[in-house]
């Protein structure tokens, strides 16, 4: 289960993508809540999207926790998002995602998973991850955190009665230290760090948690914020559910994600624009490539002659080669009853 909010639509969208973490569509009276208040304020030139999913830890009252894994999500949220840039003529805009707790697994999934969809019928989701120029993580569990902490975590939140009636979700396992899933997501996920500009908050004040519990932190800082080469990383003075709420505009927390918004939708649309030209590029030399393995094609070429790009049409005799690069001095090797101008 999915749903969108929308809070504002403006003549020249650049969408920044908010993602809720585990059950929090919350907000105590009096704080502000960054999507709804100061994105739409500050930010004059954004189309601001919230995105939620059914996290369900537990089963009550004869229910069951979510079985939908965290591949399920991001692939769910690549095809709606992807659909409604297209739909609001959105679709070569850049995208700045904005995660809380879980919400970044699930985006970190999702832009790996759209780097693969390079096949024609499915190229509209590949933009997705070249439109994407900047990811703000809030408390987000990037090596894993305990299990128990967040059942701690979701009773004080009022989602569990009693501890008897927890059960687990698959996404709640995928959070566990440790975790196959979670290092197989983090491992496909550094080799295309570079493509984005990656800010890391993590919780500075440990959450209260229910009856003589205590407090703990949920995430612990060096999973929130791993230390990565041109990366930021900066400490919000709130516990983890607090984190994405700010009490007014001189909070520190919210001059620090306001500056780095800011900055990256200063620098985003150059980046974006000529991310999109090469993008078409990549997608198109994709096309050619796997047409000339499909007709048995092995193309040489010159020495200091570009890169050409072929195309095979079916032919009265055969199949027909064109060179598409306009150089006609390439050197096409093809099947005997194909027919090749070049």
């Known amino acids: 289960m999915s749903f969108w909010k929308s809070f504002s639509k403006l003549e020249m969208p650049q969408p920044q993508e908010k993602l809720y973490g585990i059950q929090e569509i919350y907000s105590p009276p009096g704080l502000i809540e960054p999507e709804v208040e100061f994105l739409p304020k500050h930010i004059k030139n ?3 999207l919230v995105w939620g999913y059914n996290a369900d830890y537990t089963s009550l009252n004869g229910g069951f926790p979510s079985k939908d894994r965290v591949h399920h999500h991001a692939h769910t949220l690549v095809a709606n998002l992807a659909a409604d840039r297209r739909l609001s003529g959105t679709a070569d805009k850049p995208i700045i995602f904005l995660c809380h707790s879980l919400g970044g697994i699930i985006v970190k999934r999702a832009l790996t998973y759209a780097q693969t969809r390079t096949a ?7 933009s997705i991850f070249s439109c994407t120029y900047g990811i703000l993580f809030f408390g987000t569990p990037h090596h894993g955190s305990s299990p128990a902490t967040y059942a701690n975590y979701l009773q004080n939140l009022g989602h569990l009665t009693t501890a008897g009636k927890m059960s687990k979700s698959d996404l709640i396992k995928a959070l566990e230290t440790e975790s196959e899933t979670l290092q197989n ?30 407090s703990m932190y949920i995430v612990k800082s060096e999973s929130a914020a791993p230390t990565f080469d041109d990366t930021e990383r ?11 709420r700010f009490e007014s505009p001189r909070s520190q ?28 590029r990549t997608l198109g030399l994709e096309r050619n490539r ?17 890169m050409m790009g072929l195309t095979g049409l079916a032919g009265l005799d055969g199949f ?17 009853d194909a027919k090749a101008e070049v």
């Open 185 to 214: 997501i983090t491992d496909f996920f550094v080799p295309i760090m570079r493509n984005f500009h990656i800010y890391f908050f993590w919780e500075q004040l440990p959450t209260p948690l229910p009856g003589r519990l205590g």
């Open 253 to 280: 927390g919210f001059r620090l994600v306001m500056d780095a918004l800011l900055r990256y939708c200063e620098g985003a649309p150059d980046v974006i624009r000529h991310r999109c030209v090469d993008a078409a």
């Open 290 to 306: 796997v047409a000339a393995e499909t007709l048995r094609i092995a193309p040489h070429f010159s020495a200091g002659v570009d």
């Open 120 to 126: 024609h019928k499915v190229s509209h989701d590949y």
């Open 234 to 244: 900066a400490a919000i003075a709130a516990d983890h559910r607090e984190m994405v």
């Open 320 to 336: 027909t080669i064109v060179d598409q690069s306009g150089k006609f001095r390439s050197i096409v090797r093809a099947p005997d």
């Open 46 to 48: 954004a189309r601001v």
